[in-house]
Structure formats: structure tokens, C-alpha cells
């Protein structure tokens, strides 16, 4: 098996860039797609990127994924922070016989 | 739209079983692959179960593997979890998300199963 490694958590000002990582340990992050899923306060997780840098119908374009082969590990970078933002953020992959997610970046913008 | 009404929690006491049931619509049921994830209170996201389109492959997290059984009516839009020998760290909200390992895009808003004596 492998796991996801994410920061704890991070914080940045509204109208700036922050980047959260995501690091796969145990094999190549390259071989399977990642996912982000962002959780407010008391909902339901919605995604926000899939297959590693695809955002679903109704994200705006200031999140943003990539992977780094170099490092094994994916980033969600979200740009323009806006308040709303503020939430808890999940990385997630798979391999042929289970899915992990990442422990969980909680992101504070101030 | 796509929704996805989970049911079945509750109150369980140590060693006893649930039925989770979710149902789906919105959406053509019996294409997809469905997930299970959990949530324990304060916690983060964890994977328990996945199953294929037309149920003939199913997948277990470690911690629950032997206990829960993931199944699906596909005639009725419905996703289920048999869980067996609950345990008091089963306690958690439980999602049923459309989608499998790479392409998950609706979560139902969770039914919350407490184990507890």
C-alpha cells in the first residue's frame, strides 16, 4: 500500500497564491490520477480537481493541480484567495485495489 | 440533478451490525462505479469501500475487510453497506460518493453511525 502525505495546514492573505502539496510514498504518483476535494465546515467534501488537473463544471479556474514526477507529489494551487476558500482540502489516489486520501490540509485565509 | 441520499444510521452497540443504504439518482446508476468513505468525528477522509458498475468487483479498506460488505440494486438505484462486528472506531459519518478511484464527483451528505455501549 501507499500513502498521501499533506502539510497540516497553511495560510495565506486574501488576493494571494497558496499551494498545497500532496506526496505519495510506497510507489510512482504518476501512475494513477489524483483528485482534491475541498470540505467546509460542516458539509459534504465537493471536488475541485480530478485526473490530476481537471476541474469539474462550476470550479473557477483560480484552483489549480499539477504533479511533479521529480517529487511524487501533486499540488493544488489556489489563486485570487478569496474568504470563502477557507476550508479543509483532501488529496486522493488509487491504486488497483484501494483508494487513500491524504491526511487533510486545513486552510486558513486572514 | 444528481442525488444521493444516504440512510441507515444510528445507535449500535459494540460487536452489532447496520445496514447503510444509499440512494441514487440523477444519473444512469448502473455505469458508475460507487464509493463508501467514512469520517470520524473531528477527523479526516478515509476510503472503506468500492464496488464496479455492475457489481461484480468489490474493494475493502484494511480496517473493515471481513466485517462490511458493499453491494448494489442496480434495478433500484441503490447502493448499500452491510457492516458486521461494529467496532467503537467505526464510529464516523458515512458518504456514498459516485465515482471510483479517479473520478469522483458527487458525495451524498452522510448518515452518521455511532458505536458506542
Known amino acids: 500500500n501507499f500513502m498521501l502525505t499533506q502539510p497540516h495546514s497553511v495560510s495565506e492573505s486574501p488576493g494571494k497564491t497558496v499551494t498545497i502539496s500532496c506526496t505519495r510514498s510506497?510507489?510512482?504518483?504518476?501512475?494513477?490520477?489524483v483528485q482534491w476535494f475541498q470540505q467546509r465546515p460542516g458539509s459534504s467534501p465537493t471536488t475541485v480537481i480530478y485526473e490530476d488537473n481537471q476541474r469539474p463544471s462550476g470550479v473557477p479556474d483560480r484552483f489549480s493541480g499539477s504533479i511533479d514526477s521529480s517529487s511524487n507529489s501533486a499540488s493544488l494551487t489556489i489563486s485570487g484567495l478569496r474568504t470563502e476558500d477557507e476550508a479543509d482540502y483532501y488529496c486522493?489516489?488509487?491504486?488497483?485495489?484501494?483508494?487513500?486520501f491524504g491526511g487533510g490540509t486545513k486552510l486558513t485565509v486572514l | 440533478d444528481v442525488q444521493l441520499l444516504e440512510s441507515g444510521g444510528g445507535l449500535v452497540q459494540p460487536g452489532g451490525s447496520l445496514r447503510l443504504s444509499c440512494a441514487a439518482s440523477?444519473?444512469?446508476?448502473?455505469?458508475?462505479?460507487m464509493t463508501w468513505v467514512r469520517q470520524a468525528p473531528g477527523k479526516g477522509l478515509e476510503w472503506v469501500s468500492a464496488?464496479?458498475?455492475?457489481?461484480?468487483?468489490?474493494y475493502y479498506a484494511d480496517s473493515v475487510k471481513g466485517r462490511f460488505a458493499i453491494s448494489r440494486e442496480n434495478s433500484k438505484n441503490t447502493l448499500y453497506l452491510q457492516m458486521s462486528s461494529l467496532k467503537v472506531e467505526d464510529t464516523a459519518v458515512y458518504y456514498c460518493v459516485k465515482g471510483g478511484g479517479y473520478e469522483k464527483d458527487y458525495w451524498g451528505q452522510g448518515t452518521l453511525v455511532t458505536v458506542s455501549s
Open positions: 440523477g444519473f444512469t446508476f448502473s455505469s458508475h462505479p
Open positions: 510506497g510507489d510512482s504518483l504518476a501512475s494513477n490520477y
Open positions: 464496488i464496479c458498475p455492475n457489481g461484480d468487483c468489490s
Open positions: 486522493q489516489s488509487y491504486d488497483s485495489s484501494s483508494q487513500v
